[in-house]
Structure formats: C-alpha cells, structure tokens
T-cell receptor, first 112, second 114 residues
Framework: AQSVTQPDIHITVSEGASLELRCNYS??????LFWYVQSPGQGLQLLLK??????LVQGIKGFEAEFKRSQSSFNLRKPSVHWSDAAEYFC??????????FGKGTRLHILP | EAQVTQNPRYLITVTGKKLTVTCSQN?????MSWYRQDPGLGLRQIYY???????DKGDVPEGYKVSRKEKRNFPLILESPSPNQTSLYFC?????????????FGSGTRLTVV
C-alpha cells in the first residue's frame, strides 16, 4: 500500500537558519506529491506540489522541495526560517485509488 | 475569495444528540472530503465525494454520514455522537484532474462530545 513517512516528529531550528524537513514515500509509479503547512488553530494550506517535470519545485512562503526518485524522497527546504514558520508540516502523496495519503506531520519549532 | 467554509468552528455536544457540520466551497470543485485529525494519528479520511450524488467511505467512516446533493455543499452528519468522536474535523475540496489538483482546506471544526 502507498504510504508517506515523515521521520522527524519535532524539529527545532534557530531563526535565520536553514531548514530541511524529510519525507519518504512508498509508491510504484510516478507520484503526485504535496507539502502542506498547518499553523496553530488553522486549516492546512498547500505549500507546493510535484506532478512531473522539473524535480525542484518552488512554493509559497519561500519554500522549495526536491523530488528524488532514487531515494523515494520529497524533502522540503527553506534557506532561512522566520519565527512565523513555526507550524506543523505535512507531506502527502496521491495514491492509486485517487486518495491523498498524509504523513503524520513534523512540528517545527523556531528558536529566537 | 476562493475558500472552503466550515461551520461551526467549535461545538460541544452531549452523547447521542444528532449534529451536522456544514461544509461549502465556492471553487466549483468536483472532489470533496472530510478528515479528522487526532494527536499521534495524523489526518484520517472519513468520507469523500467525487461529484454530486457520489459518496464513498474513507478510512474511518463508522458513526458518520455524508450527503452531496449540490456540488458546493458536503455536510458531515453524526447521527448519535459518542465521546470517541471528539476530534478536530476538516473539510477539503479540489479539482479532480489536471494541474489544479491539490486540496483547499476549511479552517476546521473542533468537536467535543461529553
């Protein structure tokens, strides 16, 4: 069955530091991949998505992600985090049954 | 503004008292879905609908009902709520095909059943 793994439940980085959140997926064909962000008390917001083409995709709020088929990964990156980036981040994949499967999420904490 | 609107945002109810959480989208999306979010369990799909009058069970449908009589609305019905249905609920919608695929989520409904 298709699945998404986010190995890190919590990550803490200092404001201004770079960020990488990991995501690994299990899917036989070329996947549709997504990253969402959930700020406290809010719904999920789509940051970026990959369907095909260029494996480095740019999203909103200065985020980018790179699809690496050989590693079954779709890691999210940002060169310099801001305190407002503190939130929970979800990776997701569209599976064969046309359902979006979400990872368990990574909560990002920012140190001042 | 393109959005998914859920109501109410917060709800406290008693065991067994029927309730409905409404969801409406203004983007002409074909696909709508309900999720519940619980600590440590992530997002779990309750029901989804691929178009008007077409609904199907997700991963955790027990105790819930839905209907899709109009394209824009997808209400979630709890006929006899129980305390294990205390959770944060999200409605989401998307176009089903093409480059615009990707959920738009509502702001959530925090339900407490006592």
């Amino acid at each position: 069955a298709q699945s998404v793994t986010q190995p890190d439940i919590h990550i803490t980085v200092s404001e201004g530091a770079s960020l990488e959140l990991r995501c690994n997926y299990s899917y036989g064909a070329t996947p549709y991949l997504f990253w969402y962000v959930q700020s406290p008390g809010q719904g999920l917001q789509l940051l970026l998505k990959y369907f095909s083409g260029d494996t480095l995709v740019q999203g909103i709020k200065g985020f980018e992600a790179e699809f690496k088929r050989s590693q079954s990964s779709f890691n999210l990156r940002k060169p310099s985090v801001h305190w407002s980036d503190a939130a929970e981040y979800f990776c997701a994949v569209l599976n064969r049954d046309d359902k979006i499967i979400f990872g368990k999420g990574t909560r990002l904490h920012i140190l001042p | 503004e393109a959005q998914v609107t859920q109501n109410p945002r917060y709800l406290i109810t008693v065991t067994g008292k029927k309730l409905t959480v409404t969801c409406s989208q203004n983007m002409n999306h074909e696909y709508m879905s309900w999720y519940r979010q619980d600590p440590g369990l992530g997002l779990r799909q309750i029901y989804y609908s691929m178009n008007v009058e077409v609904t199907d069970k997700g991963d955790v449908p027990e105790g819930y009902k839905v209907s899709r009589k109009e394209k824009r609305n997808f209400p979630l019905i709890l006929e006899s709520p129980s305390p294990n249905q205390t959770s944060l609920y999200f409605c989401a919608s998307t176009h089903f095909y093409g480059a615009n695929y990707g959920y738009t989520f509502g702001s959530g409904t925090r339900l407490t059943v006592v």
